[in-house]
């Protein structure tokens, strides 16, 4: 009797997970649009959220690039933009003029939109967004004829930082 049960019970387990596996095969062959692709498809991307101050132009170009890249963009003027960059993790050497969220994704400053949506896709573990510091010239949003180098980094809440996208000669 124990050894019919057995079989029994082993039985039904070998069904279990072949049908698990093959459902997990399935789904992994199904095609699922990215983010990235369904931005660049027109359709309704990301949607982000850009705290910035209420006189600044150059904000409002990154937001008007953002959004020629199929972001759903929310602004939000605040004259405290510090208390957004604090309560967000931001480390002091990585602000910028403006703060976005996307969910609990942190992005500071001029960040090219292909580079939101590439760390949306593959975000780096335990990282709390992505920054380009300062006030570069010629990143988005700063186009003025003068393209300087720069760096996007990927920053997390223990201040270690990583260069998650490079711009030179562009």
Same mark, same amino acid.
């Given at each position: 009797? !124990? ?7 082993? &039985? /039904?387990?070998?069904?279990? #997970?072949?049908?698990? *596996? ?8 199904? %095609?699922? $649009?990215?983010?990235?692709? /369904?931005?660049?498809?027109? !359709? ?8 910035k101050s209420p006189s600044c132009g150059c904000c409002q170009s990154? /937001? +008007? =690039? ?23 993790? @931001? %480390? ?5 003029? =403006?703060?976005?969220? #996307? &969910?609990?994704? @942190?992005?500071?400053? =001029?960040? $090219? *939109? ?8 593959? $975000?780096?573990?335990?990282? @709390?967004?992505?920054?380009? $510091? ?8 700063? +186009?003025?004829?003068? !393209? ?23």
């Amino acid at each position: 009797m !124990k050894t019919q049960k057995l079989a029994l019970y082993t &039985g /039904v387990a070998a069904i279990v #997970i072949a049908a698990g *596996a093959t459902t997990l095969a399935i789904q992994a062959n199904e %095609p699922t $649009p990215s983010t990235a692709s /369904v931005a660049r498809d027109g !359709k309704a991307g990301p949607t982000i959220t850009i705290y910035k101050s209420p006189s600044c132009g150059c904000c409002q170009s990154w /937001v +008007e =690039h953002l959004e020629a890249n199929g972001f759903e963009t929310k602004t939000i003027d605040t004259s405290n933009i510090n208390e957004v960059k604090q309560s967000n993790g @931001v %480390p002091r050497e990585m602000a910028s003029c =403006h703060t976005a969220l #996307i &969910g609990d994704v @942190v992005i500071e400053g =001029h960040v $090219p *939109a292909a580079d939101i949506l590439a760390y949306l896709e593959n $975000p780096q573990f335990n990282t @709390v967004g992505l920054s380009v $510091p300062g006030m570069v010239q010629g990143s988005p949003g700063m +186009e003025t004829g003068r !393209k300087d180098d720069y760096q996007v980094i990927a920053f997390r809440a223990n201040g270690q930082q990583s260069v998650f996208r490079e711009y030179t000669a562009y």
